[in-house]
């Protein structure tokens, strides 16, 4: 059993069953029915959400045990989502098959980030959209969740190299917000935030 195994086989949803705010705002961009794809999405508060909006969505994560709560609560909320459990360090989605790529608290290691970062983003079709959110490096010194760990963290200019120049970039910040999303991320926050765009054929 892996940790998130073990964190997600609490009782309840350690994130809530509401979607992240910032996608929310930025799910206009996403055509109708659009097939998106969320790695790292845990017990499925987008990913059901997404499938609520009546888009085609695809979850991913490593953790089984967070994957069959996702399931639960799209049977809940009346919609059907797909999962797919693997490790992201070592998985290549196809390409430019997706019209949205989220990526909402999916901390990695250093080492590995840029290159699954990279493979996230080619996965989406010309005109695809990457929304991302995570915490920033400034996240240590809060106590609203997130990695312990600098090297799980990742700044503005971190997230840009790592997307540059496969995307353009529509979007870009970094800055305190408030959160609550359930008591795994809860109060006064340092995040960033990025959108963007896969060039157009």
């Not at 069953?17 to 929310?24: I, K």
């Not at 790695?39 to 499925?44: A, H, L, Q, S």
């Not at 991913?60 to 360090?89: E, H, P």
Request: charged share 20%; proline share 7%; glycine share 10%.
């Amino acid at each position: 059993m892996t940790t998130w195994d073990q964190r997600f086989s609490q009782p309840g949803y350690k994130y809530g069953t509401e979607p992240n705010r910032f996608l929310v705002e930025q799910e206009s961009r996403l055509p109708p029915g659009s097939r998106v794809l969320l790695p790292g999405d845990g017990e499925g508060r987008n990913s059901v959400w997404l499938a609520e909006r009546g888009h085609q969505v695809l979850a991913v994560d490593n953790s089984q045990v967070g994957l069959d709560k996702a399931l639960a609560l799209a049977s809940t909320r009346g919609v059907t989502i797909t999962t797919l459990n693997v490790d992201l360090a070592a998985w290549t989605p196809p390409a430019a098959t997706c019209s949205g790529v989220v990526l909402i608290y999916v901390h990695l290691p250093g080492a590995i980030r840029t290159e699954a970062h990279r493979r996230l983003a080619r996965s989406l079709a010309p005109g695809g959209w990457l929304i991302l959110e995570s915490f920033h490096p400034r996240q240590l010194g809060y106590q609203s969740g997130g990695p312990r760990d600098a090297d799980m963290l990742c700044d503005l200019a971190g997230v840009r190299a790592d997307f540059s120049p496969l995307l353009e970039e529509v979007l870009a910040w970094e800055g305190e917000v408030v959160l609550d999303e359930g008591e795994g991320h809860r109060g006064p926050a340092f995040v960033t935030r990025y959108v963007g765009r896969m060039p157009a054929a």
